[in-house]
């Protein structure tokens, strides 16, 4: 019992690694698209990451079963269009941190577009999005009443992964993570392929200058991150870390400022602000949540002895 203390602090501090090195994928992400387009650049950060988890544990994957590689498969075309339309946004914007806000409404989204799959969303779901929206108003009409292209694509991409979480948690139950993130990444580098293929292809690229961020971002922002991020959930599986993740958004806006000199309104940091409690907000819910459901499943494990 004295351990338990110690390991969840372990798996926060992991997390709170997880959310740094999550923000850094953007700055990587952002340098790398200065000198390649969106669709070519997240074909070769898929396929890469796929080839690294797949070096590292051939035999788990070999072994996956028809089913299992179908779904996953499947599933990663979602998550390869969802990135599409993150990485055309990251293009587009002038910044990072009013993206990574926009984006983590996704917290808030997925038990929303849940309900379309028969789940219930929880009541401080409801006043989380009723404190965001007019973060999100002060984020997107910043600039006077006017939706930037790149905010609005932010959106559908937060949208996109709140859809994507719930198809994966369906579908892919069961799947050992491993296999799973090999043959989404692959499926997901096949869609970007072809979104390439489709769109980019006339575009010149020149990764040779920016070979050292797309690096950086596979190995740190992606296979590490994910590696992280699975130690962390299995040490602390009950959804303690919801806080914890919320830092995220925080940590790539400040990379924002003091890395890419990113000049932030009044606007803009009062809407992070207002985003940031809603987050907040949720995530303490989730937390209670969790622990009602594990206090009334122990007194029916006693009820059931007796």
């Known amino acids: 019992m004295s351990d338990k203390p110690s390991s969840q602090l372990h798996a926060h501090l992991l997390l709170v690694a997880v959310t740094l090195l999550a923000a850094t994928g953007w700055l990587f992400s952002k340098s790398a698209l200065v000198a390649t387009t969106p669709m070519f650049f997240l074909a070769i950060r898929f396929i890469t990451s796929a080839m690294l988890m797949g070096m590292a544990t051939p035999g788990v994957i070999v072994k996956a079963t028809t089913k299992h590689v179908r779904n996953a498969l499947l599933t990663g075309l979602l998550l390869g269009l969802q990135t599409s339309v993150w990485g055309a946004a990251l293009a587009l914007s002038s910044g990072l941190g009013v993206g990574a806000f926009l984006i983590s409404l996704s917290f808030l989204l997925i038990p929303v577009t849940g309900l379309a799959f028969g789940y219930r969303a929880q009541r401080q779901t409801w006043i989380a999005i009723t404190i965001a929206l007019p973060g999100v108003g002060l984020l997107a009409f910043r600039n006077g009443f006017t939706l930037a292209p790149s905010d609005g694509l932010f959106l559908i991409s937060a949208l996109l992964y709140a859809v994507y979480f719930n198809i994966n948690g369906r579908l892919c139950a069961g799947i050992p993570p491993v296999t799973q993130t090999f043959y989404q990444m692959f499926s997901a580098s096949l869609a970007c392929?072809?979104?390439?293929?489709?769109?980019?292809?006339?575009?010149?690229?020149?990764?040779?200058?920016?070979?050292?961020?797309?690096?950086?971002?596979?190995?740190?922002?992606?296979?590490?991150?994910?590696?992280?991020?699975?130690?962390?959930?299995?040490?602390?599986?009950?959804?303690?870390?919801?806080?914890?993740?919320?830092?995220?958004?925080?940590?790539?806006?400040?990379?924002?400022?003091?890395?890419?000199?990113?000049?932030?309104?009044?606007?803009?940091?009062?809407?992070?602000?207002?985003?940031?409690?809603?987050?907040?907000?949720?995530?303490?819910?989730?937390?209670?949540?969790?622990?009602?459901?594990?206090?009334?499943?122990?007194?029916?494990?006693?009820?059931?002895q007796v």
């Open 193 to 304: 392929a072809i979104a390439y293929v489709l769109w980019e292809s006339d575009t010149e690229q020149h990764i040779g200058d920016v070979w050292h961020w797309v690096l950086l971002s596979v190995v740190f922002a992606t296979w590490l991150r994910f590696f992280l991020l699975l130690k962390a959930q299995s040490m602390s599986p009950e959804g303690q870390g919801a806080i914890v993740m919320t830092l995220e958004p925080v940590w790539v806006a400040l990379l924002g400022v003091f890395v890419m000199d990113e000049m932030l309104s009044v606007a803009s940091v009062s809407g992070m602000a207002i985003i940031f409690l809603a987050l907040i907000v949720n995530s303490i819910g989730t937390v209670r949540s969790a622990r009602q459901a594990k206090k009334a499943r122990l007194a029916a494990e006693l009820n059931s």
